[in-house]
């Protein structure tokens, strides 16, 4: 079944000169929305099982959005590719062979199509796969890289190699360097062979402060619990010593104890108090404490046991210092001395003594990771000599996923997660917070987040890679001045950054100041600064920009340049498909002036369920987890100006006629007002101004308070940017 049915009513200054697209028929909220729900980012079956990047949509949702972007409405074989399509198993699935056939039918040859901001690469990619000539671009590097290595790498290592070559060539390429990897860390993981088990794969540590006032030594530990797996409690306890604090485990807790059993943190206010003489420490750095290991997990035959840390458990300060020394000198490489933003609330691990990206990993991890990367640099250049230059990069490209590994899950920010014995991920945004407890891996063992399961996905992920009929194009720059000439492009389609959710820019420079030392010989023009250039990221931030009305106008100020880009590299019969989603209001009023301002006209706010109901946060909160394709079409007459009554009087149609229909598919209540809300938008936007209102802002809130008397679990968040 579709949506149609739900089809919104007839909004202001509808643009009949243009044909008619899938995407505004109200199929694609259904059809995409529940494979974007069913989606598991399955591991080897797309990219995302490759390389890291943030806020990734579904694969199948946007294979579906990208069709119904292109195709035209009426024809009754493209109804029924549009409901199969977001479910196609595989690249080569029938599907999508007709969806190819019927696009190139409709464009007499490929359509071209264009995304600003490529982010993930997942719209180019199902738009290559539908048959589409596609470009891509992005200004922030590792992005363009990530894009270029699955659309760009991989289409020409498979015009030297076979798929199954190439699989075989990653395989024994990322087997070689790892095994290197084992031998190279065997001496700065003494526990790796332990008699009786697997070997310890985990090491538990906090951060030791001394008083400056008494001199005495005490634990920042937060975070107490090894285990809570259901019937194994396991728990650390803090012991206050005559000159400092000590740790034991114990094993007959109580579940429902305080979590903060380590009285040091009296409150929430980021202040230590030592034990002994209560002087207050506010905001104490890690520059001035000492990482403190204090146990150990260990992997048996069946199962994983705890137990105390031991001196032999890693080697000496010196050692380690010495090692890293050289190493450095061998690559031929420094340290990274690019700083982390001071972003109270966003970063706040640079509050606590984290400056720099080479800070946020203890001496060992740092050590793995050169010695990953002087395995990957030997990979490298033997895959040169026996293959070729195509095969080299592209191999190379997807096994520095490797570095992102170590980065993501076995830093100073990985967190372990005692209800299940996992790692999890230091950097899944948006922030960066502050952990005062965390896990160092083996990474080389078979325990959590370990290198040679991340290797199967690698191979995995390069196996789904297809031959795309249209080799696609990447490029480094910006929305605001796009490289391409005027009315070029067929279709927009596009998944913008959401005003202030994530700091893309932030979070890459953890890894792109890691994958540098491996990619700089591959992708010189990508990696020759030493971060990402955050400061031109089309985000809103009080952090950049002083205050809340600085960061929104420049916002406004960037998105109206994009979307005048947008309008001029559109054909006149092409479309422009932005996927957006916020919860506040001013998020909302830079749309309302973007569009405004942009010689755009907006058609239709089609919602697009695709979060993951799986995801514990989904299924725990209320919150928004659907997105809106704006879909525009080039203006063709002036704008006018509309009372905020007859905008009011539609909002409430629109509440009244898809409510039900959404809640009946399962939409929770919170997404369905924010569905609603968004038809009211389109009104805004399409108006030269409103009346009956002092401003866009005023119109806002009195739509959502418009929604809310239908729909009283939607919420319009009146908050200043981050």
Same mark, same amino acid.
């Given at each position: 079944?579709?949506?149609?049915?739900?089809?919104?009513?007839?909004?202001?200054?509808?643009?009949?000169?243009?044909?008619?697209?899938?995407?505004?028929?109200?199929?694609?909220?259904?059809?995409?929305?529940?494979?974007?729900?069913?989606?598991?980012?399955?591991?080897?079956?797309?990219?995302?099982? *490759?390389?890291?990047?943030?806020?990734?949509?579904?694969?199948?949702?946007?294979? @579906?959005?990208?069709?119904?972007?292109?195709?035209?409405?009426?024809?009754?074989?493209?109804?029924?590719?549009?409901?199969?399509?977001?479910?196609?198993?595989?690249?080569?699935?029938?599907?999508?062979?007709?969806?190819?056939?019927?696009?190139?039918?409709? +464009?007499?040859?490929?359509?071209?199509?264009?995304?600003?901001?490529?982010?993930?690469?997942?719209?180019?990619?199902?738009?290559?796969?539908?048959?589409?000539?596609?470009?891509?671009?992005?200004?922030?590097?590792?992005?363009?890289?990530?894009?270029?290595?699955?659309?760009?790498?991989?289409?020409?290592?498979?015009?030297?190699?076979?798929?199954?070559?190439?699989?075989?060539?990653?395989?024994?390429?990322?087997?070689?360097?790892?095994?290197? /990897?084992?031998?190279?860390?065997?001496?700065?993981?003494?526990?790796?062979?332990?008699?009786?088990?697997?070997?310890?794969?985990?090491?538990?540590?906090?951060?030791?402060?001394?008083?400056?006032?008494?001199?005495?030594?005490?634990? /920042?530990?937060?975070?107490?619990?090894?285990?809570?797996?259901?019937?194994?409690?396991?728990?650390?306890?803090?012991?206050?010593?005559?000159?400092?604090?000590?740790?034991? *485990?114990?094993?007959?807790?109580?579940?429902?104890?305080?979590?903060?059993?380590?009285?040091?943190?009296?409150?929430?206010?980021?202040?230590?108090?030592?034990?002994?003489?209560?002087?207050?420490?506010?905001?104490?750095?890690?520059?001035?404490?000492?990482?403190?290991?204090?146990?150990?997990?260990?992997?048996?035959?069946?199962?994983?046991?705890?137990?105390?840390?031991?001196?032999? @458990?890693?080697?000496?300060?010196?050692?380690?210092?010495?090692?890293?020394? @050289?190493?450095?000198?061998?690559?031929?490489?420094?340290?990274?001395?690019?700083?982390?933003?001071?972003?109270?609330?966003?970063?706040?691990?640079?509050?606590?003594?984290?400056?720099?990206?080479?800070? +946020?990993?203890?001496?060992?991890?740092?050590?793995?990771?050169?010695?990953?990367?002087?395995?990957?640099?030997?990979?490298?250049?033997?895959?040169?000599?026996?293959?070729?230059?195509?095969?080299?990069?592209?191999?190379?490209?997807?096994?520095?996923?490797?570095?992102?590994?170590?980065?993501?899950?076995?830093?100073?920010?990985?967190?372990?997660?005692?209800?299940?014995?996992?790692?999890?991920? @230091?950097?899944?945004?948006?922030?960066?917070?502050?952990?005062?407890?965390?896990?160092?891996?083996?990474?080389?063992?078979?325990?959590?987040?370990?290198?040679?399961?991340?290797?199967?996905?690698?191979?995995?992920?390069?196996?789904?890679?297809?031959?795309?009929?249209?080799?696609?194009?990447?490029?480094?720059?910006?929305?605001?001045?796009?490289?391409?000439?005027?009315?070029?492009?067929?279709?927009?389609?596009?998944?913008?950054?959401?005003?202030?959710?994530?700091?893309?820019?932030?979070?890459?420079?953890?890894?792109?100041?890691?994958?540098?030392?491996?990619?700089?010989?591959?992708?010189?023009?990508?990696?020759?600064?030493?971060?990402?250039? $955050?400061?031109?990221?089309?985000?809103?931030?009080?952090?950049?920009?002083?205050?809340?009305?600085?960061?929104?106008?420049?916002?406004?100020?960037?998105?109206?340049?994009?979307?005048?880009?947008?309008?001029?590299?559109?054909?006149?019969?092409?479309?422009?498909? +932005?996927?957006?989603?916020?919860?506040?209001?001013?998020?909302?009023?830079?749309?309302?002036?973007?569009?405004?301002?942009?010689?755009?006209?907006?058609?239709?706010?089609?919602?697009?369920?695709?979060?993951?109901?799986?995801?514990?946060?989904?299924?725990?909160?209320? =919150?928004?987890?659907?997105?809106?394709?704006?879909?525009?079409?080039?203006?063709?007459?002036?704008?006018?100006?509309?009372?905020?009554?007859?905008?009011?009087?539609?909002?409430?149609?629109?509440?009244?006629?898809?409510? =039900?229909?959404?809640?009946?598919?399962?939409?929770?209540?919170?997404?369905?007002?924010?569905?609603? +809300?968004?038809?009211?938008?389109?009104?805004?936007?399409?108006?030269?101004?409103?009346?009956?209102?002092?401003?866009?802002?005023?119109?806002?809130?009195?739509?959502?308070?418009?929604?809310?008397?239908?729909?009283?679990?939607?919420?319009?968040?009146?908050? $200043?940017?981050?």
């Amino acid at each position: 079944m579709s949506l149609a049915h739900v089809r919104r009513q007839p909004l202001p200054e509808e643009t009949p000169e243009h044909d008619t697209r899938l995407v505004n028929t109200g199929g694609l909220g259904l059809e995409a929305s529940v494979s974007g729900q069913a989606e598991r980012y399955g591991r080897g079956k797309t990219s995302h099982t *490759i390389h890291v990047w943030w806020a990734r949509r579904p694969h199948g949702a946007m294979r @579906a959005l990208a069709f119904a972007s292109l195709a035209r409405e009426g024809n009754r074989e493209a109804d029924k590719v549009m409901r199969e399509l977001a479910f196609a198993s595989s690249p080569e699935a029938q599907v999508i062979v007709d969806a190819r056939r019927l696009l190139r039918s409709q +464009f007499n040859g490929a359509p071209k199509v264009l995304d600003v901001f490529g982010g993930g690469g997942t719209i180019p990619y199902e738009a290559a796969l539908l048959g589409a000539e596609v470009s891509a671009l992005d200004y922030n590097p590792l992005s363009v890289f990530i894009q270029k290595s699955n659309l760009e790498f991989a289409q020409d290592a498979l015009s030297v190699l076979g798929l199954t070559d190439l699989m075989a060539v990653v395989r024994e390429s990322g087997t070689n360097a790892l095994t290197r /990897l084992q031998e190279k860390t065997s001496d700065l993981f003494p526990l790796r062979e332990t008699a009786g088990s697997k070997g310890v794969f985990a090491y538990f540590w906090t951060y030791e402060l001394e008083c400056g006032e008494c001199g005495y030594k005490f634990l /920042l530990m937060k975070r107490p619990w090894l285990s809570r797996k259901a019937g194994k409690l396991s728990a650390l306890a803090v012991t206050n010593g005559q000159d400092r604090q000590s740790v034991t *485990i114990q094993t007959d807790g109580n579940e429902d104890e305080s979590e903060s059993s380590n009285p040091v943190w009296p409150g929430r206010n980021g202040t230590a108090c030592c034990p002994r003489c209560k002087k207050e420490h506010k905001n104490p750095s890690i520059q001035h404490c000492s990482d403190a290991l204090i146990a150990l997990g260990e992997l048996l035959k069946k199962g994983k046991d705890f137990r105390s840390s031991t001196e032999n @458990a890693i080697p000496s300060t010196q050692y380690l210092e010495a090692r890293e020394l @050289a190493l450095l000198k061998a690559l031929n490489i420094d340290l990274p001395t690019s700083r982390l933003p001071r972003w109270s609330g966003i970063v706040n691990a640079a509050i606590y003594g984290m400056e720099t990206h080479r800070d +946020f990993l203890n001496k060992r991890q740092r050590l793995v990771l050169l010695e990953l990367i002087a395995a990957l640099n030997v990979e490298r250049v033997r895959l040169c000599d026996n293959y070729s230059a195509e095969v080299a990069k592209h191999a190379i490209s997807a096994l520095s996923a490797l570095v992102d590994q170590l980065v993501d899950w076995n830093c100073r920010l990985s967190m372990w997660i005692s209800q299940n014995e996992q790692v999890g991920r @230091a950097f899944c945004g948006p922030g960066v917070p502050m952990l005062w407890d965390y896990v160092e891996t083996d990474p080389l063992l078979s325990g959590p987040a370990n290198l040679w399961d991340k290797l199967d996905r690698i191979v995995a992920g390069v196996a789904a890679t297809p031959r795309f009929p249209e080799r696609p194009t990447v490029y480094q720059g910006r929305a605001q001045k796009l490289p391409f000439a005027s009315e070029t492009f067929d279709a927009v389609i596009t998944d913008p950054p959401y005003y202030d959710n994530v700091y893309y820019n932030v979070l890459a420079d953890f890894f792109y100041a890691w994958k540098r030392p491996v990619l700089a010989h591959l992708c010189p023009e990508l990696f020759r600064e030493n971060q990402c250039g $955050e400061n031109a990221e089309l985000v809103a931030s009080q952090f950049r920009h002083g205050n809340h009305k600085a960061a929104h106008e420049w916002y406004c100020a960037q998105l109206t340049q994009c979307l005048q880009e947008v309008t001029r590299v559109l054909n006149p019969q092409g479309i422009l498909s +932005f996927v957006f989603a916020h919860s506040s209001l001013w998020g909302w009023e830079a749309i309302v002036r973007g569009f405004r301002d942009s010689g755009l006209t907006l058609t239709s706010a089609e919602p697009l369920s695709i979060e993951r109901r799986q995801r514990p946060r989904a299924m725990t909160s209320e =919150a928004v987890n659907t997105c809106i394709v704006l879909v525009g079409r080039k203006s063709t007459g002036p704008q006018l100006a509309v009372d905020i009554s007859i905008v009011e009087s539609e909002v409430r149609m629109q509440a009244e006629t898809m409510s =039900a229909r959404l809640r009946e598919y399962g939409w929770h209540d919170s997404d369905v007002g924010m569905a609603v +809300f968004a038809q009211g938008v389109v009104a805004l936007a399409n108006a030269s101004h409103i009346t009956g209102v002092e401003s866009d802002e005023n119109a806002l809130k009195r739509l959502a308070e418009v929604v809310r008397a239908t729909i009283p679990k939607f919420r319009l968040q009146v908050r $200043e940017s981050l």
